[in-house]
């Protein structure tokens, strides 16, 4: 039910937006993650957002160049990337979930409280 689109090849310190869109009910209501796996590997919660307080937790690794944002009245979120580096290839996921703990700990759990997930989009960092 979320559909993931945005993602691409750039240079490094290049950016991209991707975007995420889904039913109101989902984006608007529900906590939101973005996740992202390199294959082979587990899932990473690089950014996630409480629907309770709005309160947005950034991994120490993409602090200062990611940053989340949500436009409501057309049901979508984003995920903008600045200064990307190698090192943040990987294919990225948005995911929500219906219950919280707190914003950290659902991106920290890896994805395994999301109850809901795109299929991926491909971001590949490379000169």
């Known amino acids: 039910q979320l559909v993931e689109s945005g993602g691409g090849l750039v240079q490094p310190g290049g950016s991209l937006r991707l975007s995420c869109e889904g039913p109101?009910?989902?984006?608007?209501?529900?906590?939101i993650g973005w996740f992202r796996q390199v294959a082979g590997e587990g899932r990473e919660g690089i950014s996630c957002?409480?629907?309770?307080?709005?309160?947005?937790y950034y991994k120490d690794s993409v602090k200062g160049r990611f940053t989340f944002s949500r436009d409501r009245a057309k049901n979508q979120v984003y995920l903008q990337m600045n200064n990307l580096q190698p090192e943040d290839t990987a294919t990225y996921f948005c995911?929500?979930?219906?219950?919280?703990?707190?914003?950290?700990?659902?991106?920290?759990?890896?994805?395994?409280?999301?109850?809901?997930w795109g299929q991926g989009t491909q971001v590949t960092v490379s000169s």
């Open positions: 995911a929500a979930a219906r219950h919280i703990v707190t914003a950290r700990m659902l991106c920290d759990g890896g994805g395994r409280d999301m109850d809901y």
């Open positions: 109101e009910l989902i984006l608007g209501y529900y906590h």
């Open positions: 957002v409480s629907a309770v307080d709005g309160n947005t």
